[in-house]
Structure formats: structure tokens, C-alpha cells
């Protein structure tokens, strides 16, 4: 079956780098583009990076664009999100998932800045 597998996030202070990671199983990982979401407390979520099949594109949140690096190792079924310049107003439930989303999600990784 389906399977994601975040991890990575913590509390960190402001300007502070944190790397996400996402393992994938159950379904054709190393074709499949792969987006990374984010979710704020009352908030909808919010896609915040893409990389195609083969990491040759990607796109970003504007708000994230330059501070914020997608990844992917399809050797290892694992997607990456390198965040940098960490601000408060990322603080937020982080999740991968497929493009189009799975019905599946995992079960996030909470990345918290905060001084």
C-alpha cells in the first residue's frame, strides 16, 4: 500500500535551516512528480514545491522562492525540501505527496520558528 514518511522538522530559531525529508512506497515513486505542502494552524494547505520525475524541473511558492531548495533521489524513493532562511511565518505541518495528491497523506513533520 501507499506509504509517506515525513521527518526532519523541529524548532529552530528565525534565519535557522532545517531539511526535510520523505520516504515513498506503494506506488511508481521514481516516474511521479512530487510536490511538498505545508499546513499552518488555521489554515488551508498550501503546495509549497514541485520536482518532476527525473528533478530537471521544479517550482516554488512564491513566498518560499530562493530560501527553499526541492529534491530527489529516486534511487532511494526519497523526496527532500532544504530550507533556509527559516522565517516564523513557516511555521507549519509540512507533507509530501504525489501530483495529483494521493488519497493517502502521511502524518506530517512540524516545523516550528520561533526565537
Known amino acids: 500500500q501507499v506509504q509517506l514518511v515525513e521527518s526532519g522538522g523541529g524548532l529552530v530559531q528565525p534565519g535557522g535551516s532545517l531539511r526535510l525529508s520523505c520516504g515513498a512506497s506503494?506506488?511508481?515513486?521514481?516516474?511521479?512528480?512530487m510536490n511538498w505542502y505545508r499546513q499552518a494552524p488555521g489554515k488551508e494547505r498550501e503546495l509549497v514545491a514541485a520536482?518532476?520525475?527525473?528533478?530537471?524541473?521544479?517550482h516554488y511558492l512564491s513566498s518560499v522562492k530562493g530560501r527553499f531548495t526541492i529534491s530527489r533521489d529516486n534511487a532511494k524513493n526519497t523526496v527532500y525540501l532544504t530550507m533556509n532562511s527559516l522565517k516564523p511565518e513557516d511555521t507549519a505541518v509540512f507533507y509530501c505527496?504525489?501530483?495529483?495528491?494521493?488519497?493517502?497523506w502521511g502524518q506530517g513533520t512540524q516545523v516550528t520558528v520561533s526565537s
Open positions: 505527496n504525489a501530483s495529483p495528491p494521493l488519497d493517502y
Open positions: 506503494g506506488f511508481a515513486f521514481s516516474t511521479t512528480t
Open positions: 520536482i518532476n520525475s527525473i528533478g530537471s524541473i521544479t
